[in-house]
Nanobody, 123 residues
Framework: VQLVESGGGLVQAGDSLTLSCEVSGFHFADYVVGWFRQTPELERVGVAAIRLRDGNTLYSKSAKDRFVISSDVDKNKVYLQMNALKPDDTAVYFC?????????????????WGQGAQVAVSS
């Protein structure tokens, strides 16, 4: 299983940014793919997840109103569109995959990780 993130960068508060995760090495319909974020001060926490079989999504409270997770089966990609970004959203964002959607609640439950993409939001 391989997960490769792209799309990170430096933006200003209020801007939008879309992260991409290209997935390979597993049957798309069997997995849930999600996004976690981590800062030096905080442990890795789940942001959003999508069940690839049916598109069912889960969001953390902080992401629910501003972030949108989606997938493109033809391109083997999962996206995280982040809107109205705040400095508090600054973190390394990791793509994650597991068969169980509950993995979004605990990083220890995740089977596969990408390498991470830095997102920095300036005020």
């Amino acid at each position: 299983v391989q997960l490769v993130e792209s799309g990170g960068g430096l933006v200003q508060a209020g801007d939008s940014l879309t992260l991409s995760c290209e997935v390979s090495g597993f049957h798309f319909a069997d997995y849930v793919v999600g996004w976690f974020r981590q800062t030096p001060e905080l442990e890795r926490v789940g942001v959003a997840a999508i069940r690839l079989r049916d598109g069912n999504t889960l969001y953390s409270k902080s992401a629910k109103d501003r972030f949108v997770i989606s997938s493109d089966v033809d391109k083997n990609k999962v996206y995280l569109q982040m809107n109205a970004l705040k400095p508090d959203d600054t973190a390394v964002y990791f793509c994650a995959a597991d068969r169980d959607q509950n993995m979004i609640y605990n990083a220890n439950w995740v089977s596969h990780w990408g390498q991470g993409a830095q997102v920095a939001v300036s005020s």
